[in-house]
């Protein structure tokens, strides 16, 4: 009895092993047979891609400090015609631009003004979600 047992056991885990590993040949990778796939190759950056795995480390080229993303935000912002003064605080993924508009603007150029610095600034920094506010 304990043979039959044994050979029994043994039929069972020769069958699901042959089953388990894939002995039907209708297994196939979809992607490689469709004609718009692509396949996706390293970055030519001479590190086999690995810049752009951590974008925190300073030898990034793309590595940027907030002082450094506050500095940009004020260079774009000073090229617009109007303003006297900014303040900017940027808070993870948020940055938020208090803007002090010239007094000789009326209520059309300030709001044109608040609607062109959100414009430039969601362009030059896409990374953050921009909040400008106009104040008196």
């Known amino acids: 009895m304990f043979r039959g047992l044994l050979r029994f056991t043994v039929a069972i885990l020769l069958i699901s092993s042959l089953v388990g590993c894939g002995i039907n040949s209708?297994?196939?990778?979809?992607?490689?047979?469709?004609?718009?796939?692509?396949?996706?190759?390293?970055?030519?950056?001479?590190?086999?891609?690995?810049?752009?795995?951590?974008?925190?480390?300073?030898?990034?080229?793309?590595?940027?400090?907030?002082?450094?993303?506050?500095?940009?935000m004020k260079a774009v912002l000073s090229q617009l015609q109007g303003i006297e003064k900014t303040n900017i605080s940027i808070n993870?993924?948020?940055?938020?631009?208090?803007?002090?508009?010239?007094?000789?603007?009326?209520?059309?150029?300030?709001?044109?003004?608040?609607?062109?610095?959100?414009m430039a600034l969601n362009t030059n920094m896409p990374r953050y979600n921009v909040i400008v506010k106009m104040v008196p």
């Not at 209708?26 to 974008?55: C, F, I, R, W």
């Not at 940055?95 to 007094?103: G, L, Q, T, Y």
Request: cysteine-free.
């Open 92 to 118: 993870g993924p948020t940055a938020k631009v208090k803007i002090k508009p010239r007094p000789s603007l009326t209520a059309a150029q300030v709001e044109e003004l608040r609607s062109q610095a959100q």
């Open 26 to 72: 209708g297994n196939k990778n979809p992607l490689s047979e469709d004609p718009n796939y692509k396949a996706q190759h390293y970055k030519q950056d001479g590190y086999m891609g690995l810049t752009s795995v951590n974008p925190n480390d300073p030898l990034n080229p793309t590595y940027h400090h907030y002082e450094d993303d506050s500095n940009l």
